[in-house]
């Protein structure tokens, strides 16, 4: 049971303005991030822990340029108060003064190259979640407790709303604010014995739009599937994948899609003899894999917020706006991630990463029940776990089915089969995917504590490659 | 000890926070506040690509009221924020009651007084300068990009140093530990498009910046030695897919460690309470003292006592004295890794000192000690394993990772494997996978080396928990042989 006691401190404005004013030399940006998280987790039918926090952030990029070369210092530290922003700022000049040029140096952005609607809210106050975002979903969940145990079923699982305010402030005048707010439910029932155990889970900006009897029945109706099982072997089967595992995999494919690390040979993206497999056909059908800001539901920061510069991102292309993207179009690579710098070294568009991701395809409809009434004899999966790269050069992962496998037999689940471990690059299966469902908002499983926002569709694998048995149940 | 951390007042917050507790009616209280410092500097190509640095700062009072946890935090350090973070956690505690169905007991613990620890190191990394040390590491990048066959080099240093006060009443304790990790990776890309990677073994440490200059690795023959590692593992060949005997060196049986052993024996999760996020573990606790986890010369302790141990501490963040204790004896499963609350749940004593919150805004969990497989006295030499073994495989450095919710099934990767034929090492081989079933795993452990093969490894970022929380854990060993191992072909696994 936890709470962060509510305080008074600086507002984030505030202290991005005494930031970049403190500022002795060079350029500075200052981002200010208020945070507050409000979760619940539960186990056999009865909340464990419960809590509510707040954090505050702010983060000091020191720029000292000379000539072309530019050095960045980074310093960042919670809690700051406003009498402590000018030691920030001094830390952060000196560590610059201590850097070596960085090779991803950029003019900074200015006020005319950015949106004027992430600007206009600058002055509000940040946003806060707290515990009553909860409030009808949590009478919801002591509904479905009692009629789990009445089914004689154990539910557990875990619900978080996070609310972050984010206020970006550059020397150059630049002033952006975004308000990100990230839910997501995690639901896990087991029959009395712990033998049989089904897993479902959503993303949600607020909690009104979750339908925990739903899921409940839902995930009911899979524990009674199980109540036959069979033993299967490892090998290559027809595979449904629902929307989960389908954005779990295409995740990490995306977190993979790096244009610097394809440029140097690195990655599944790099063309050999040099350069990047842009304009290559991966998959045998013509979906789309795009990543949107302002896709409904999955609203995410339109401009880019780079707290430090890595091999996929650049604190010179904070404020950076960012438009609707396609890293597949038709089943053709379109683009990887770009900051300013590697779209300058590979010749292609800038298309920053963007914190939600997107699979389509045109005119797909159905459900993973109509899928499964496709099918004459396959495996349909309930979600994946522990997924790690075994091989970056085809972009082999592992990983385990988790929460229910089923046999699918002349359009039935037959049953529930052991669990597997997997070993698939999602980039081999974009060419063995037959058949995909509608897209519909889903939350990646195995990565949810990084990235909630995701819309995937159903999908059919041929020869999903089961490696071996999992003793897991 | 760091002194701008010691100068808060430090035992006048916990008064206000641990008065305030109980003054309004909570049973047990204790205060926390901690400062946690990073740097990571991460250089590409011999050119700085990420310098950042961060800082931490906060409390927190977690109460047992009526027989139910109750946790609140705050950034600002005063009596004020104190006393208010107790109020809330009181508050919390109360409304959490009428859901919470299992009373919270703690085992007891001896008052330890007033307590001051370090952990053991040389030179504190935070007052090295930056520039210093982007230049060593732009120093080794370049050595290895001026030999033949490198196109790429990673070069990352990530440093922490952690600072916690802790009260309950019973126990002061005023702790500090440092740890780093410095990492290189060198990459090899040919005219056709393949690409191979070899990676430094230097386990991260809790050590200061001495362990960068040498002490306790020598970075200096390590990094001499990659360029020629790499070449090698470019021109090898592909592995054949079946059964191999194993020779495992530390810098890989870590890991396995890790995952196989050190979460399968924590007892909260083997209990359920990590159920629907990571998962329980097959080593469930009607196993205790019958379970053969492995052959009968494995001898597995926990411990938060080791020197240069990232899970090493003086006391944990429940006031428990760090200790050492047997997880597995002569192949039998014997023991758990223990909180306070779990020990007195299951009647099992004192706790063995394994909480740990990984800020102040987190409530303490049960997390891993250092579990760390021993070594046999007057043991074999790693050479002398692999003269044991006609036809395997040494499996060298770690690098992928999996295993299943309950801890059965996993599957590991390296940086480099050799072949062995008839007890002699006959050049790398790659694409190789190993992956097996627990039990059966450590059930085929024929031989331990001895304590000059012993390495003590560990990993900067253990995830438990929901919210997640990440910690530092070391895990030593020594080389070991294993009979009958899969094997598997990664190229062959993807379908290429």
Redesign the interface.
């Known amino acids: 049971m936890s709470a962060q006691s509510a305080e008074l401190g600086p507002a984030p404005q505030e202290l991005v303005e005494r930031a970049l004013a403190a500022a002795q030399s060079g350029e500075c940006i200052a981002i200010a991030d208020e945070g507050s998280n409000a979760n619940l987790r539960w186990a056999g039918n009865s909340l464990t822990t419960n809590g509510v926090s707040r954090s505050r952030q702010l983060t000091i990029i020191a720029i000292s340029r000379s000539g072309a070369e530019a050095r960045v210092g980074v310093v960042s530290r919670a809690g700051v108060r406003s009498g402590q922003v000018p030691d920030l700022v001094a830390e952060a000049e000196h560590a610059a003064t201590e850097a070596t040029p960085s090779e991803d140096a950029q003019p900074l952005i200015t006020p005319s190259d950015v949106l004027t609607g992430a600007a206009s809210k600058w002055d509000d106050s940040p946003g806060a979640t707290q515990i009553g975002v909860f409030a009808g979903f949590a009478e919801n969940l002591g509904h479905a407790f009692a009629a789990a145990a009445s089914a004689g079923r154990k539910l557990y699982g875990f619900a978080e709303h996070q609310l972050t305010s984010t206020y970006v402030g550059t020397s150059t005048g630049l002033r952006l604010r975004h308000d990100q707010p990230t839910g997501r439910l995690e639901l896990n029932a087991k029959s009395a014995d712990m033998t049989r155990s089904a897993w479902t889970g959503t993303g949600t900006r607020d909690f009104t739009d979750v339908d925990v009897a739903a899921l409940e029945a839902d995930l009911g109706q899979r524990l009674g599937w199980a109540e036959r099982s069979l033993e299967l072997p490892a090998g290559r089967y027809e595979t449904l994948l629902p929307p989960t595992a389908v954005a779990d995999l295409m995740l990490y494919m995306y977190w993979s899609a790096g244009a610097k690390d394809a440029l140097d040979g690195r990655t599944v993206f790099s063309k050999p003899g040099g350069g990047t497999r842009i304009g290559e056909q991966l998959a045998s059908l013509p979906v789309s894999l795009r990543s949107d800001p302002s896709a409904p539901g999955l609203e995410c920061a339109p401009f880019v917020i780079a707290h430090a510069s890595s091999r996929d991102s650049s604190v010179f292309d904070n404020g950076l706006p960012m438009a609707a993207t396609d890293w597949i179009a038709n089943g053709v690579l379109t683009a990887l991630t770009q900051t300013r710098h590697t779209a300058q070294l590979s010749g292609h568009p800038v298309t920053p990463g963007i914190d939600n991701l997107l699979l389509t395809a045109p005119g797909a409809t159905g459900s993973v029940a109509d899928l499964v009434g496709r099918t004459s004899r396959g495996l349909l999966l309930t979600c994946l776990w522990y997924i790690r790269e075994v091989d970056p050069q085809t972009l082999l992962l592992t990983g385990l089915t988790r929460d229910g496998v089923y046999l699918v037999e002349n359009g039935e689940v037959t049953g529930a089969v052991n669990n597997f471990r997997f070993n698939e690059s999602p980039v081999g299966m974009l060419s063995r995917i037959t058949e995909v469902g509608g897209t519909v908002p889903t939350l990646p499983r195995e990565w949810a504590d990084y990235f909630t926002r995701a819309a995937m569709p159903p999908a059919r694998v041929e020869g999903f490659n089961m490696s071996s048995v999992s003793q897991a149940s | 000890m760091d002194p701008e951390f010691t100068a808060y007042p430090l035992r006048q917050l916990a008064d206000a926070g641990l008065q305030r507790a109980r003054q309004l009616g909570a049973g047990y209280a204790d205060f926390r506040a901690e400062r946690i410092r990073g740097q990571?500097i991460?250089l590409?190509d011999g050119?700085?690509?990420?310098?950042?640095?961060?800082?931490?700062?906060?409390l927190a009072v977690r109460v047992v009221v009526d027989g139910?946890?109750?946790?609140?935090?705050?950034?600002?350090m005063t009596s004020e924020?104190a006393a208010?973070?107790a109020?809330?956690?009181v508050?919390?505690?109360r409304?959490?009651a009428a859901?919470?169905?299992?009373r919270i007991e703690l085992a007891t613990e001896p008052a330890h007084g007033e307590v001051t620890w370090l952990s053991a190191y040389d030179v504190d990394p935070f007052d090295v300068?930056?520039?210093e040390k982007?230049a060593l590491l732009?120093g080794w990048s370049r050595q290895l990009l001026d030999a033949d066959g490198v196109?790429?080099v990673d070069a990352s240093l990530y440093q922490v140093k952690e600072c916690k006060f802790y009260t309950d009443g019973s126990t002061t304790a005023l702790q500090q530990r440092v740890r780093v990790h410095p990492s290189v990776t060198a990459?090899a890309?040919s005219?056709?498009?393949?690409?191979e990677?070899m990676r430094t073994l230097a386990p991260p440490a809790g050590r200061g910046y001495e362990y960068l200059a040498g002490t306790g690795w020598n970075f200096a023959a390590e990094l001499g030695e990659i360029p020629s590692l790499l070449a090698e593992k470019m021109a090898a060949p592909s592995v054949e897919a079946r059964r191999y005997d194993l020779v495992i060196d530390p810098s890989n049986l870590f890991l396995t460690i890790h995952e196989s052993i050190g979460h399968a024996t924590e007892l909260d999760r083997a209990l359920?309470?990590e159920?629907?996020?990571a998962?329980t573990s097959?080593a469930t606790f009607d196993k205790l003292g019958t379970l053969q986890y492995g052959s009968p010369i494995m001898h597995v302790i926990g411990d938060r006592t080791t020197e240069h141990g990232l899970a090493t501490i003086g006391y944990d963040d429940e006031g428990v004295a760090g200790q050492s204790w047997d997880l597995i004896a002569g192949g039998v499963l014997a023991g758990y890794q223990l909180d306070r609350r779990i020990a007195a749940l299951k009647g099992l004593g004192r706790s063995n000192g394994c909480a740990f919150a990984d800020s102040p805004?987190?409530?303490p969990i049960q997390r891993m000690a250092n579990v760390s497989l021993q070594p046999a006295a007057d043991g074999p030499s790693t050479a002398e394993l692999i003269a044991s073994v006609t036809d395997g495989i040494y499996v060298v450095g770690d690098k992928?990772?999996?295993?299943?919710?309950?801890r059965?099934?996993f599957?590991f990767?390296g940086q480099r494997f050799y072949r062995i034929r008839n007890g002699r090492l006959d050049g790398q081989v790659k694409?190789v996978?190993y992956?097996a079933?627990t039990t059966d795993f450590w059930n085929s452990m024929e031989a331990v080396g001895g304590p000059q093969t012993y390495v003590l490894g560990g990993a900067f970022n253990c995830?438990k928990g929901?919210?997640?929380q990440v910690a530092p854990v070391s895990h030593g060993c020594p080389s070991v042989v294993m009979r009958g191992i899969?094997i598997?072909n990664?190229?062959e696994?993807?379908?290429?």
Not at chain 2, 47 to 58: A, I, K, R, V, W
Not at chain 2, 68 to 76: L, R
């Open positions: 990571r991460r590409s050119s700085l690509e990420t310098q950042f640095d961060s800082d931490d700062l906060g139910t946890w109750g946790f609140a935090s705050a950034v600002d924020a208010r973070a109020a809330d956690a508050d919390v505690a409304v959490a859901i919470s169905t299992e300068p930056v520039a982007i732009s196109n790429h990459v890309v005219a056709d498009g393949r690409f990677t359920g309470y159920a629907a996020y998962g097959f805004s987190h409530m992928s990772w999996s295993i299943d919710m309950q059965y099934n599957q990767t694409d996978a992956q079933t995830g929901q919210p997640g899969r598997l990664t190229v696994e993807a379908g290429a």
